[in-house]
């Protein structure tokens, strides 16, 4: 039985793709073949970890996505977290993500606050709202 990508996956990768293809100097073609090219291989690599951080999208369907199963997944993400302690490009490319990763949360939560604070909202039920909304994020 084969997964069906999700329109969230789907975004999702299509905005990961330009980065990486950027990063590793590769096509979107290429590093979506079954090409075994070593830089093809990275860059499958830190395409699938780059996925696998966004926590809601199942393993299933980042392999879907990236024509691969499951577990070539896990693998991918494993063998990126191991490479990033060896090879400098997988160094600079986790710094990078993560760089991007956290400013991205930043702004969303920016955006929140500045939401609720600007609502019509009594104050009591902005706390509330800034309460929960600290809750679903720890």
Avoid at 60 to 80: K, P, Q, R, W, Y
Avoid at 122 to 131: G, P
């Amino acid at each position: 039985r084969r997964n069906v990508a999700t329109d969230y996956g789907i975004r999702k990768l299509e905005k990961a793709l330009p980065t990486i293809c950027l990063y590793w100097n590769v096509t979107k073609d290429d590093l979506l073949s079954k090409c075994r090219d070593r830089n093809l291989v990275y860059a499958r690599h830190s395409l699938r970890y780059l996925l696998y951080q966004d926590k809601k999208l199942p393993l299933a369907e980042i392999g879907t996505l990236t024509n691969c199963d499951h577990a070539t997944v896990l693998h991918s993400v494993n063998m990126f977290r191991i490479l990033m302690n060896q090879d400098f490009m997988f160094n600079q490319l986790f710094a990078m993500i993560n760089k991007k990763l956290i400013y991205n949360r930043h702004s969303r939560i920016r955006s929140k606050i500045r939401q609720v604070l600007t609502s019509d909202l009594s104050q009591k039920e902005q706390i509330e709202n800034l309460a929960k909304f600290y809750d679903e994020n720890r």
